[in-house]
């Protein structure tokens, strides 16, 4: 039994003991070769930030297009009610494509006066970019 804990003290100790026999171009090398896979980076970091640009994006609970129209825009663009241009419908979209993306946004967010288009489609806790990100759902789905 001694002789077990020995022998795995002893393994324990030539392990830790090669570790630091590593020369600094060797573990340079071992760096080089694992970075790619963990991109062992920090937050802060501006040597990655792709990285933490997409934890970011994460972490704000950002919602998709296709989400924010299936809980804010689908009541009446699935079915046309009140006169709504309705999603997968092309003739219903081309002419408000025609007008451009710009125009197509600002109806989204600021709604269109006198219609049942109403701001943001009633959706007050959505973004402004969570409202162009429908659009975009809507208007790529009914071309
Ligand atoms: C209460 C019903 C209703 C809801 C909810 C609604 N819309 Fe609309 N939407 C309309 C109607 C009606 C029109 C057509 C208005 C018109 O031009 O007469 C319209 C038109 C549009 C247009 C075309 C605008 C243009 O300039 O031609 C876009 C884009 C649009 N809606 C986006 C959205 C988005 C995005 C949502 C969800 C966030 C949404 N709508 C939710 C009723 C609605």
């Known amino acids: 039994m001694n002789r077990v ?4 003290l002893a393994a324990l100790l ?6 630091q026999d590593l020369t600094d171009s060797q573990r340079a090398a071992i760096e ?3 970075h790619p896979v963990g991109q ?9 930030g792709g990285a933490v ?5 994460a972490s704000s609970g950002s919602r998709s297009g ?9 009541a009446c663009h699935s079915s046309g009610a009140a006169g709504a241009p309705i999603y997968g419908v092309a003739a219903n979209w081309t002419d408000r494509i025609a007008k451009g993306n710009a125009v197509l946004y600002t ?12 701001a943001k489609g009633g959706c007050m806790s959505c973004s402004n970019e969570e ?8 208007v790529a789905g009914s071309k």
């Open 5 to 8: 804990i020995f022998s795995v």
């Open 14 to 19: 030539a392990i830790s003991v090669s570790a």
């Open 32 to 34: 080089e070769r694992i």
């Open 40 to 48: 062992s980076c920090m937050e802060g970091d501006s040597g990655c």
């Open 53 to 57: 640009a997409v934890a970011a994006v």
């Open 66 to 74: 296709e989400e924010v129209y299936n809980s804010a825009c689908l």
């Open 107 to 118: 109806s989204g967010i600021e709604g269109i006066a006198g219609t049942g288009m109403i």
């Open 131 to 138: 409202i162009e990100a429908a659009v975009d759902y809507m």
